[in-house]
């Protein structure tokens, strides 16, 4: 298979998924964005697709919490659909509200392969305030989604993005290798002197897998990074590389997490 099709989940107060969708299809794939509604009536239809991503967004207005409602919605119309899809060799990828979802639908980190039960959340900020800035990430090459990938800078934006479990699970999610990313000082934390870790996430933990490495959650958007003029420092690095004699790139580094996605199908 060359060309995956990709499921990108769109509805009420979903607002990243046009993004989402070109950063897909820039990396090969054949993305679709299709309404929550839509696959309801047709659930059928997920089994078409070779990758499903809950984009970010604030989906039902986080009413009732960050992303509660959209993973009721899905729990109660087509988890037996999605339950499907995790089983087979698909992949599957939450960012930032999508990764609330993931987290209350239990996909993640699924300790004991327990999908279904939500063992850990993502909480309201240390500093009770809404963020919106760049990050330094350093990255685990335990998932297809991460392959290959070592550290990156990504823009984050929510006010529910603290990772929380509690001290036996966060034992476990180390211990059995379910971090993906965490904060970390680097560039971007050193050029503007900013905390690492911006929201208080336990284990500095910005993103986790479940157990088959296919199912990623992340708070930081990668679709946000997939233009190398997106990043705030993109001219003084321009620069760096330009002296150094190095190739100038015109691509984001977020765009090596959506190309290792399409790559898993060939």
């Known amino acids: 298979m060359t060309n995956p099709r990709v499921l990108v989940l769109t509805g009420y107060g979903i607002n990243c998924d046009d993004e ?3 950063a897909f299809q820039k990396a090969g794939a054949r993305a679709e964005k299709v309404h929550i509604n839509d696959l309801i009536a047709t659930p059928n ?7 499903l991503v809950f984009p970010g967004g604030f989906s039902y207005g986080d009413d009732t919490g960050a992303g ?3 993973a009721n919605k899905i729990r109660n119309h087509l988890w037996e659909e999605v339950r499907d ?3 087979r060799d698909r992949l599957v990828q939450g960012i930032c509200n999508g990764f609330q979802v993931l987290v209350n639908l239990g996909l993640v980190p699924a300790l004991g392969r327990e999908y279904g039960t939500p063992q850990a959340a993502l909480v309201h900020n240390n500093c009770a305030r809404y963020l919106d800035r760049w990050v330094d990430l350093s990255f685990l090459g335990n998932s297809p989604w991460t392959r290959g990938i070592s550290s990156m800078s990504l823009p984050i934006a929510h006010g529910e993005g603290k990772f929380y479990a509690d001290a036996e699970t966060l034992k476990a999610i180390n211990t059995k290798g379910l971090v993906a990313a965490r904060y970390c000082h680097g560039h971007i934390c050193s050029s503007q002197n900013l905390p690492a870790n911006p929201n208080g996430s336990l284990d500095d933990i910005a993103g986790i897998i479940d157990p088959s490495g296919r199912v990623l959650g992340m708070m930081p958007h990668p679709e946000r ?3 190398y003029t997106q990043h705030p420092s993109w001219t003084l ?3 760096h590389q330009r002296r150094s004699g190095l ?3 015109e691509e984001g580094l977020g765009m090596q997490i959506f190309r290792n996605g399409v790559e898993y199908f060939r």
């Open 20 to 22: 989402t969708q070109f």
């Open 45 to 51: 239809n997920l089994k078409e697709y070779q990758i």
């Open 68 to 70: 509660i409602a959209l």
């Open 85 to 87: 899809f995790v089983d």
């Open 225 to 227: 990074a997939v233009h």
């Open 237 to 239: 690095l321009r620069e």
């Open 247 to 249: 190739q100038i790139s």
